[in-house]
Nanobody
Framework: QVQLVESGGGLVQPGGSLRLSCAAS????????MGWYRQAPGKKRELVAG???????NYVDSVKGRFTISRDNAKDTVYLQMKSLKPEDTAVYYC??????????????WGQGTQVTVSS
């Protein structure tokens, strides 16, 4: 099993910054891809930023130039640095990891979600 623990969400004013962290632990064998998704009330969950299995990054257009995804492979942790936050960035942010463990075949694992609220 793989467990994901997210942290870093909160309330921030427009124009502010937050940094989200997602640490993977457990019987990890290989991590292929890691990414951040978000879901706002009444909307579908969408990919915000992610690392592909090949190591490249991709971002949804609405966050390009404002958000940066990074990872620490030694710690099996992925980060999302968010700057110039806007009210429309308000959502629950979820970490997703594509991995194999010693007990399971390759599949997606999801974090519990962390709330990001951008409001004055």
């Amino acid at each position: 099993q793989v467990q994901l623990v997210e942290s870093g969400g909160g309330l921030v004013q427009p124009g502010g910054s937050l940094r989200l962290s997602c640490a993977a632990s457990g019987s990890i064998f290989t991590i292929y891809a890691m990414g951040w998704y978000r879901q706002a009330p009444g909307k579908k969950r969408e990919l915000v930023a992610g690392f592909t299995s090949g190591g490249s990054t991709n971002y949804v257009d609405s966050v390009k130039g404002r958000f940066t995804i990074s990872r620490d492979n030694a710690k099996d942790t992925v980060y999302l640095q968010m700057k110039s936050l806007k009210p429309e960035d308000t959502a629950v942010y979820y970490c997703k990891v594509d991995a194999t463990s010693w007990s399971e075949l390759r599949r997606d694992y999801w974090g519990q979600g962390t709330q990001v609220t951008v409001s004055s």
